[in-house]
């Protein structure tokens, strides 16, 4: 019985070759030497010794001794394991090249763009705030969305190749991920507000007592530098429900497009002024009880004439403050914002004075929303009770709104040095009925407010944004110098009034409640650092005529003590 060649075994993959697996030469050197023993005992005769054959030669196994068929096996492992080990050198040597390849790319790349190393860009990142720069344009994103500053470029090819992208960390304000080239980001955000609210003695049913208005998680961030995106959550009473959910695409600064649940552009007070930088705890009666706040929809906006007009446009849902349609209408909501004199060299006092109007028109056919209308409240989304605030106007359980609705406002912002001063015009009305009035009425209402607001520690600002105290209370940084803080006085005035037929239609009580209210607010801002601001205020409503507190009690004013500490990072 002859055996294959040794070359031949070798061809078919059964010698060890250079990359198989120990376990497969092992199994493969085994088989080849039991072939060969089998085929000695097989053959006639006795084995005689031989010179070994060369390796070009066809060599006849049953004519060799077992020794010599060892011999061979040993020299043909050896010379596997010499180009194993010239493969492996080669590879080493291979990867080491292509990472100094890379290197250079990156370096190259850097130098023809320009930019800076990557270590100077994490830092230049880290001290910017969202929102904060030179251009008084207002933060209508509330701190999302913030630029990163160029770094150098990871290789193109790894843009298609599904290669994972390296990410640089950091904080101020909020945390932050990032890739090099700030393609991919995710920003981290969070505001918390406590407050202790105390009425006068004589104000039941509205509670003195602890509260937390605001718990809120934000996440935002960029998918390419053109799909920007967030998501929030807030805590509600007994639960967690969702804020924010939009996905913006950001073309242009001139255009960019907005779809999910946002704020509508209406008014300017809650538009353009996050509530984290507002003068007073809370907005104004009006945007308080009628402002449309959040809802779903898409909607075009952006910055023309060099940032000197900021617009938005777009269709929503209706519904104030909703997740989801409840009719088959949409509302159109429309907003302008000018800044004329703001590339002025003539005028630089009125630099930072902003004027604009906006509106929004549509149908409904739904529950009304609000029913209760409240002073010292907050946005339907705020987590303030009942029981802390006090109604001053209340509709009738079987009242809906049917019919077209109108809600707009002028408003005008000017800022200059430590100076705030914000005015604004509301106006609109609204169609509803009843059962008892089953054709709709419309019902006007209107309102406005003035605040003012003053640094007495000398901080300037050309918008209500992020603030850094000159000498904060508690620094931010190792480096700076322990003060008092910033503090800023305020003020605002503000009135709601729905018209008479609210009450001439039976949609509300007119022996019980008013549908006019006037509040006063004044107090202090107390700026720790740049991430933890205290309000201490003091409330003042005056209803238009007496409202009851509780039965056969009635009561023409409310007063409050309002003391507020607000963290956002």
């Known amino acids: 019985m002859q055996l294959k060649s040794a070359s031949a075994c070798s061809a078919r993959g059964r010698l060890p070759l250079p990359g198989k ?4 030469s092992r199994l493969c050197r085994l088989a080849c030497a039991a072939a060969a023993f089998f085929a000695v005992l097989s053959a006639p005769g006795r084995l005689t010794a031989q010179t070994p054959a060369s390796p070009t030669t066809p060599v006849s196994y049953s004519t060799m001794s077992l020794d010599q068929i060892a011999e061979r096996l040993r020299a043909m492992e050896e010379l596997n394991r010499k180009l194993a080990g010239q493969l492996e050198a080669n590879s080493r040597e291979h990867a080491e090249q ?3 390849l890379r290197d250079r790319y990156a370096e190259l790349s850097r130098r023809l763009e320009g930019r800076p190393a990557t270590a100077e860009a ?3 990142t880290a001290n910017v705030a969202p929102g904060e720069s ?10 999302s969305f913030t630029p990163f500053a160029p770094a150098p470029g990871y ?6 190749t599904g290669s994972r992208f390296p990410l640089t960390a950091s904080f101020g304000p909020g945390f932050r991920l990032q890739s090099e080239k700030g393609d991919f980001s995710l920003n981290i955000h969070y505001e918390s507000q406590v407050e202790y609210r105390n009425w006068s003695q004589d104000q039941l049913p509205a509670n003195d007592g602890f509260f937390l208005p605001r718990q809120r998680i934000f996440f935002d961030g960029n998918l390419t530098k053109t799909i920007e995106y967030e998501f929030a959550i807030n805590r509600g009473l007994n639960n967690i429900n969702l804020l924010n959910a939009y996905l913006n695409f950001h073309f242009d600064d001139r255009l960019q497009l907005r779809m999910g649940r946002f704020f509508t552009p209406l008014p300017y007070e809650q538009y353009a002024v996050s509530n984290y930088w507002l003068l007073t705890p809370e907005r104004s009666v009006f945007t308080s009880n009628l402002s449309l706040n959040r809802q779903v929809g898409a909607m075009a906006w952006g910055y023309l004439f060099d ?4 617009y938005a446009a777009g269709v929503f849902n209706g519904s104030r403050n909703s997740f989801e349609s409840l009719n088959n209408s949409v509302d159109f909501v429309g907003y302008l914002n000018a800044r004329p004199f703001q590339k002025s060299d003539t005028f630089q006092f009125a630099k930072f004075w902003n004027v604009g109007t906006s509106v929004a028109y549509g149908r409904q056919d739904q529950s009304p929303v609000p029913v209760t209308f409240r002073i010292a409240g907050g946005s339907p989304d705020t987590n303030i009770p009942g029981p802390a605030t006090t109604p001053f106007l209340v509709l009738n359980n079987d009242v809906t709104e049917r019919g077209e609705r109108v809600v707009g406002s002028v408003h005008s912002a000017y800022f200059y040095k430590s100076l705030s001063l914000l005015a604004e015009w509301q106006y609109g009305f609204g169609n509803y009925a009843s059962p008892a009035q089953p054709d709709a009425v419309r019902v006007p209402y209107s309102g406005f407010y003035v605040a003012g607001g003053y640094f007495l520690t000398g901080e300037e600002i050309e ?7 000159l000498r904060p209370l508690i620094p931010v940084k190792s480096d700076e110098q322990r003060g008092i803080g910033a503090w800023e006085f305020a003020g605002r005035v503000a009135q709601l009034k729905l018209g008479d037929e609210v009450f001439q239609a039976g949609f509300a009580d007119a022996n019980t409640w008013s549908n006019s209210v006037v509040t006063t607010e004044l107090g202090v801002n107390w700026y720790w650092n740049e991430y933890i601001k205290m309000y201490m205020f003091w409330l003042h409503g005056d209803f238009g005529d007496p409202v009851q507190f509780r039965p056969g009690q009635f009561q023409k004013s409310a007063d409050m003590l309002w003391l507020r500490c607000q963290l956002y990072f």
């Open 21 to 24: 697996s120990p376990a497969g």
């Open 98 to 100: 292509l990472s100094q």
């Open 122 to 124: 994490n830092e230049a």
């Open 134 to 143: 030179a251009s008084p344009v207002p933060d209508y994103t509330e701190g």
């Open 155 to 160: 290789p193109a090819s790894n843009m298609f």
């Open 307 to 310: 940032e000197q007009l900021d």
């Open 463 to 469: 918008r209500r944004t992020r603030l850094k105290p």
